[in-house]
């Protein structure tokens, strides 16, 4: 493709991203802190770059082609190694005072619980993420032949295949980071009464439909009636990767709001 039909390059980058395009990566073997990589990437492409993280890029992706089309309040919730939510109000992702909104994962959910990988102690994270996963198959069957100690994708994967074929020990595991979750899902309802809760990461893609069925039963105990009834929770559709797409997507809406901000003077 010619460049000048090209708009733009999408960047996202697991951590978090500064207003002025500087990423901190929180990855056990990347030891990013503060790191202007936007403009270390402008210096090297002649085009527009964006860049956020996952967790905005999947929210775009899921406003724009997924379940939260013509929806105005959304939060979408990836579950990955990390667990984070992307929010959007009126339609338009919410930032936050520094561009670090949706940390939900870092939320607490149980005092004294198990520590994340960020160092915080008893967060949704350490629950519901896969390391967290793989804590529990330890805790309720430590020599089950599910758990792959140093392989996350393969004992997610594992348990997968387990739960398709009946097996009591990944359906405790399951029903327990479901109500983990639905606990921590109650809390996002209450708080920012959503009309969608949209799941994805590729913990949501391999068990996401097994979560879900555990994570609603707790919710709908733990969350207020009102805010509860107008809430559809939901799995990404999307049939690509949705942050690859999302990323791209912040390109068409930096070119569209340059547009419509051109044309207004
Ligand atoms: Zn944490």
Redesign the pocket.
Known sequence: MPLEQVLGVGVSIPGQVGPDGRASVFASNWNWRDVPLRDMLAERIPLPVHLDNPLRASTVAELWFGAARDRENVAVLTLGTGVGAGLAIRGTVYHGATNTAGEW??TNLVIDGRQ?????VG????YVGAPGIMHQLEEIAPDSPLLRPDDQTATINALAAALAAGDPVAEQVIAATGRYLGIAIANMVNLFNPQIIVLTGWVADSVGGHLIRHARATAERYALEEPWEGTEIALCAIDRNPVSLGAATLVMEGFLSAATTNGRR
Do not use: D, P, Q, S
């Open positions: 994962g870092h994340c990988r960020r160092g915080c967060c949704v994270e350490a």
